[in-house]
């Protein structure tokens, strides 16, 4: 697992899991972009998935929007099949993720939730099975 103030990322059979926190800057996104990438790179090659807990997230700098945005790209060239985003809801912070992670291509799709539980039900039945269907396993 890795663990910083902003983000802790670690993987489960073939979902990366991701709680991320904080007021990001661009060097809180470079940094969570090289860490994905060496998580997700044994990952490559098959198809996976990705679920992401978002609540303690406070947003970041428009300097963080391209970093993402290639690594969406980066993800879905890598056989990214499925991404969850868990938050309550908060228009500032759909506006800003909308602007990053598209919603769906012919082979990928990102949904919302409100309640974990229910992220990790929705991969379960997509074949995105997990050791534990919460974020609190390693991240509490």
Same mark, same amino acid.
């Given at each position: 697992?890795?663990?910083?103030?902003? =983000?802790?990322?670690?993987?489960?059979?073939?979902?990366? #899991?991701?709680?991320?926190?904080?007021? *990001?800057?661009? =060097?809180?996104? $470079?940094?969570?972009?090289?860490? =994905?990438?060496? #998580? &997700? +790179?044994?990952?490559?090659?098959?198809?996976?998935?990705?679920?992401?807990? $978002?609540?303690?997230? %406070?947003?970041?700098?428009?300097?963080?929007?391209? #970093?993402?945005?290639?690594?969406?790209? *980066?993800?879905?060239? %890598?056989?990214?099949?499925?991404? &969850?985003?868990?938050?309550?809801?908060?228009?500032?912070?759909?506006?800003?993720?909308?602007?990053?992670?598209?919603?769906?291509?012919?082979?990928? +799709?990102?949904?919302?939730?409100?309640?974990?539980?229910?992220?990790?039900?929705?991969? &379960?039945?997509?074949?995105?099975?997990?050791?534990?269907?919460?974020?609190?396993?390693?991240?509490?």
């Amino acid at each position: 697992m890795i663990q910083t103030p902003d =983000f802790k990322l670690w993987r489960e059979d073939k979902v990366l #899991i991701a709680v991320i926190s904080g007021s *990001w800057s661009r =060097f809180s996104a $470079m940094d969570f972009a090289t860490e =994905f990438k060496a #998580i &997700a +790179e044994p990952l490559i090659g098959q198809p996976w998935a990705h679920i992401v807990y $978002m609540d303690d997230w %406070h947003l970041g700098v428009p300097e963080i929007e391209p #970093i993402v945005q290639d690594l969406v790209v *980066w993800c879905i060239k %890598h056989d990214l099949r499925y991404a &969850a985003q868990v938050y309550c809801p908060n228009m500032v912070k759909r506006y800003q993720m909308d602007r990053m992670v598209i919603e769906k291509t012919d082979n990928f +799709e990102r949904r919302i939730f409100v309640e974990q539980q229910a992220a990790f039900a929705w991969l &379960a039945s997509l074949g995105f099975y997990t050791l534990h269907t919460n974020f609190t396993h390693q991240a509490g």
